[in-house]
């Protein structure tokens, strides 16, 4: 291509019109992905064809971009396809989860019939993990967390990460929002024999369509899980990940961007003093309501074609999940939430 990749991030065709509904309820990348993504996708003329030798050419640049041998390395078709691979080679032990977080890995584990141990997180949604409370999960348990968590944006500290590796089994460290933190587990995966961190483009790189994610652990564990693996990827999944790669500098500067809209999106919230929102490593923030009621504040904002998320969780029915998108859709959130104020 002859267009610049600093072209290419300012094209026009890369954000949606100022006047779409600002979907501050989504995860993915709100730029989307790199046009090379559509470019390959168009191209192809093997969309229908088994991805093996693709795969493999994919599976051996990822290893040089995270910095591991490709035995360490294990690919799935997104997350939920590589927890679920997961859940099933561990469904004869407990599974700890430490909510409010995502109520689907609770699910999951439902599915499969596992045992749930659920370990409450701190007031301020940290795991703040006392060797007293680690000394009490069984031994044989897998522990679950997302770095950064959803919906609370918190990260999983490093002595909390080593508390549960000392006791648990297996640890999972979900890190499907991480780069939007500049932080990564993956260094202690060479240091400890139990540990798997999930790592995925859905999100970041805006692959939701074409979702590819990847497991990273020592080879013994990589061998254990890879029986339970039930297809290789995609040929669109693997296209669109090459695409990807070879825009790297255009997506983590979208990524860099969600991080600057992400400090605007707290600091006007914490300005207008209506709703409280905490500290977040990941691409939303989760605000308490200080003033009004959720179901208010939610049907307003649709209203104003503003659509937020609101967590199922029973802790957290006054709080609401807004995403970090585009200056645009802040402002115009600033906006709605001055207008609902006005007769509270």
Known sequence: MSRSRTGALAAPHRTRPADSPARLDLLPNPYG???????????????????????????????????????????????????????????????????PSDPVDERRAERHGIEVITVPRSPRFSLDLEPDVAARLPRDATALVTSPNDPTGTLLATQDAVRLLRRCEVVVVDERHGAYTGRSLVPLVREFENL????????????????????????????????????????????????????????????????????????????????????????????????????????????????????????????????????????ALKQALIEIAAPL
């Open 33 to 99: 992905p790199s046009v090379y993504v559509a470019e390959a996708i168009a191209g192809s003329d093997e969309l229908h064809l088994p991805a093996c030798e693709r795969e493999l050419r994919w599976h051996l640049r990822l290893a040089r971009e995270v910095g591991v041998p490709p035995d360490w390395l294990l690919l799935a078709n997104g997350t939920e396809e590589l927890l679920g691979v997961i859940s099933l080679w561990r469904r004869e032990h407990p599974l700890v989860l430490f909510p």
């Open 196 to 331: 798997i961190v999930v790592q995925t483009l859905e999100t970041w790189a805006a692959l939701s369509g074409f979702p590819v994610a990847y497991a990273i652990a020592p080879p013994r564990l990589i061998s254990e899980l890879e029986p339970y693996r039930p297809r290789g990827l995609t040929m669109g999944s693997v296209l669109a990940a090459a695409a990807t790669f070879d825009d790297l500098a255009y997506v983590r500067a979208t990524v860099r961007r969600v991080r600057e809209e992400r400090a605007s999106l707290w600091r006007m919230l914490r300005k207008l003093n209506m709703l409280r929102p905490f500290p977040s490593w990941a691409n939303f923030v989760l605000a308490r309501i200080e003033r009004g009621d959720a179901d208010d504040f939610t049907r307003e904002l649709a209203r104003r074609d503003i659509q937020v998320y609101r967590t199922p969780q029973p802790a957290l029915t006054a709080h609401l999940r807004i995403s970090a998108t585009r200056p645009d859709h802040t402002l």
